[in-house]
């Protein structure tokens, strides 16, 4: 069984910071790209970052600049670290996992459960 839990969240002032965690933790044998993504109320779930296994990155135009994504492979964990937040910002954010799982040998998209991110003064 694979669990991704974050970590994180919270209310900052426009213009702070927030630095999110997400560890992945069960029966892993790899994990491929992890990633963010949120959804704020009335709207669709939408890529914030992702990352590959090797590092590489994509972002959001929307993010881009103000948000980096980044993995501790021997932890099982990515983080986004986000400045200069906007009240657009908030959502809840979820972490996702590509992975492949060490019992059935098989691949899949995991989920968190998600975190709040508030950005109000």
């Known amino acids: 069984q694979v669990q991704l839990v974050e970590s994180g969240g919270g209310l900052v002032q426009p213009g702070g910071s927030l630095r999110l965690s997400c560890a992945a933790s069960?029966?892993?044998?790899?994990?491929?790209?992890m990633g963010w993504y949120r959804q704020a109320p009335g709207t669709l779930r939408e890529l914030v970052a992702t990352?590959?296994?090797?590092?590489?990155?994509n972002y959001a135009d929307s993010v881009k600049g103000r948000f980096t994504i980044s993995r501790d492979n021997a932890k099982n964990t990515v983080y986004l670290q986000m400045n200069s937040l906007t009240p657009e910002d908030t959502a809840v954010y979820y972490c996702n996992a590509d992975l492949t799982d060490r019992n059935l040998l098989r691949r899949r998209s995991y989920w968190g459960q998600g975190t709040q991110v508030n950005v109000s003064s």
């Open positions: 990352i590959a296994s090797r590092g590489s990155t």
């Open positions: 069960g029966s892993i044998f790899s994990i491929n790209v």
